[in-house]
Structure formats: C-alpha cells, structure tokens
C-alpha cells in the first residue's frame, strides 16, 4: 500500500467536474467513481487517513460518525465530489452469501433469479410498494452540509427502474411475464418509474447536488438482459423521465449500467439523452473504443477493467492508468475511474496506485 495520500492538499471543484464532462472547459481527467466496498475503504480510513473505523451505523450518532469518515475518503482521495446513494425499499427476494474475500466482514446479497414477489395481478395488489415521503434523506442532509468547500454531492436512486422490476419479479420471470403477461409487466415498470419520479423531486431539494449518476444494470456479456424492444418499451421511456427531470433542475444525468449495451445505445443517446456512460469491460468494449464511437456525443466515464484492478499488478494499474489518460483524455469529457467499482476483491493498494498515477499524470 503506498505510504502516501495519493494527492497532498485536495483542490475540489464540483463546478470544473461537471462542466469538463459537458464538455463546457479543456483540462485533465477529472477522477470518478462509482462505488467503493467498506473492505478498500477501512485499511484507508485507518492507515492514510488515520481515522477511527466506524463500522454498519447502527443510530443516528454512529451514522454521522461513519459519514465522517465517508467525506473525508472522498475528500483526501482527491475527488471534486461525494458519492452516496440510498432509495426506496422494495421488497426483493434476496440470498445471502459470505463475501468471496476472506478479508470482508459482510456479506453479498444475490438476487433470486427464478422467483420474485410478483407473478400475478393479486400478487401486484398486494405488494408493499414503499413511499417516497418515507425515505429518511439524512445521510444525503448531513453529506451536503459538511462537504468540503467546492465538494458536491453525486447520487441516484439507489438501482434503476429496470433492477428493481427484474428484483421484484425476477428475470425469469418477467421474460415470461413479457410474453405471456405484458400489461402485468408494464403495471410494474410503471409503478416502479412513478415511484422513482417522486424520489428525485426529493433529491433536487439538496443544495449541494451537482450530478445524477443512475445506475441501472441492464446487460451481460452479449447483449441487453431482457430483448432490445422489450427494454426500449419498458424501461428507457422511464429513464428518458428522469433524464428530463435531471436535465430541467440544471443537472447531468449520467448512466451507470454493466453489459453489452450496443442495441440500445444509440437510444440512450439520442432519445433518453444520457449525458455520460459509465461501466465498461475490455471483454466487451474497451473504454477508449467505446469513446472513439460515441465521445463526441456524451461523456465517458472510467474503464479502467476490474480485472486489470484486481488481479494485476500495481505497475500494471499504474501504466494502464497513464495510457487511458493520455489517450481518452485529450478527447475531452473523460473521466478517469475503475470499470465499474471497487469491489472486495480490488486489493486497496491497486487502487491506490490508480488515484496517485492520475494525480501524477494530472500534476
């Protein structure tokens, strides 16, 4: 692990991060990421920054305290933001499992793929769908009110409309459901889009937001989860509202979502009006082809490949780090970052290795 902070006296600016990525200002990448599991965070928190670890909050003190050390990661990390994100609670089947790194104190949930809490119209009527008015946003409150100065806020829903009708349902499902019960289908999407509607109204409220970065995981390895059509009918009308809702509050609207995207994007362009993507995997596109594609029209967000991360070397991060920035930076409205998080398995000194190099590169 590097003896060092990977930048010495954080200059953040929230302002200069969006306008690199709407392509308003030149300059270097600015740093982006998504998502950083507590197993990286802790050796981080303790040994650079020298603080206490606060572990799950279990109260409103304990929360703060782990907020605390939340902001000051970000912060000494050298990001121009905080990136937090909480939602509505849907009820999912889930199955818990130990994490797959020894090192890890908590465990991953797996969504049930076969069975979820609706089949049917019954199953619809009875559902306990949440309220937006019940979401406790003091997380969200308390980051906007001890940001750093120039910090801003970054956050969504916590998972799109499409992840939670495929957890709420299943994937399999709603692919059956989509052939054999279309209107039960679309009462869902629906449902869930109003739902999340109504959440965002709330997060505009928060004075220190400065982007939406919405994740909605909608692909694997070849392709889109569900067939293209069935995602344009179902799911990107209700991004493409959320889009426009960012977009009217002044803000971008940036699209977190794992998988081969291909026979949507161009949708996701030009008709939800994304204003960056974000996740890439070298298996599907690199990230500097995918910018070569489609960096003229939105942002590029990140792409560093999780494998490279966790299994490579801290040279190899190093150097693959300084290509991409050479290479996708001159571009414009790139970001540097991972592919997709910082999961358990990303050994925290990989990490690391990326931040500094970044910050070498950048000066």
């Excluded at 902070?5 to 270097?28: E, H, I, Q």
């Excluded at 121009?80 to 994100?85: G, S, W």
């Excluded at 609670?89 to 076969?114: G, T, Y």
């Excluded at 794992?258 to 990230?287: Q, Y």
Aim: charged share 25%; glycine share 8%.
């Amino acid at each position: 692990m590097l003896k060092h902070l990977p930048v010495r006296n954080p200059r953040p600016d929230a302002g200069r991060f969006v306008d690199t990525l709407m392509g308003r200002r030149a300059g270097p990448p600015p740093l982006i990421e998504y998502i950083v599991d507590p197993t990286v965070l802790k050796p981080i928190v303790t040994g650079l920054l020298g603080r206490e670890w606060v572990g799950e909050p279990t109260d409103r003190a304990s929360m703060k305290a782990w907020l605390d050390n939340f902001i000051a990661f970000w912060h000494r990390m050298g990001y121009d933001f905080v990136r937090l994100e909480i939602g509505l609670p849907f009820a999912e089947r889930r199955i818990l499992h130990d994490d797959v790194v020894a090192r890890s104190d908590h465990q991953r949930a797996w969504n049930d793929q076969h069975q979820g809490a609706i089949a049917s119209w019954e199953d619809f009527e009875r559902y306990p769908w949440p309220s937006p008015e019940d979401v406790d946003l003091f997380p969200l409150e308390y980051v906007c009110a001890h940001l750093p100065e120039g910090m801003g806020l970054v956050t969504c829903h916590a998972a799109g409309v499409f992840e939670h009708v495929s957890q709420i349902m299943s994937i399999e499902a709603l692919c059956i459901a989509s052939c054999e019960q279309p209107e039960l289908v679309a009462a869902v999407f629906d449902k869930v889009g109003t739902l999340l509607l109504a959440y965002y109204k709330r997060l505009f409220e928060l004075d220190k937001l400065c982007a939406i970065l919405q994740g909605d995981d909608m692909g694997f390895r070849t392709g889109t989860l569900v067939a293209p059509d069935d995602m344009k009918r179902y799911a990107l009308p209700w991004h493409k509202q959320l889009a426009r809702l960012t977009h009217e509050a002044g803000l971008p609207y940036f699209l977190h979502s794992c998988g081969n995207l291909a026979a949507i994007i161009d949708d996701l362009i030009d008709d939800v009006g994304i204003d960056g993507k974000h996740s890439f995997e070298d298996a599907i596109v690199p990230v500097e082809v995918f910018q070569e594609r489609y960096g003229a029209r939105i942002a590029v967000l990140g792409g560093l490949d999780i494998n490279r991360l966790s299994a490579g070397t801290s040279g190899e991060v190093r150097a693959h780090t300084r290509y991409l920035i050479e290479t996708c930076g001159p571009r414009g409205r790139y970001a540097i970052g991972s592919g997709n998080s910082i999961p358990s398995y990303v050994p925290a000194e990989n990490y690391l290795a990326m931040l500094d190099e970044t910050h070498d590169v950048n000066g």
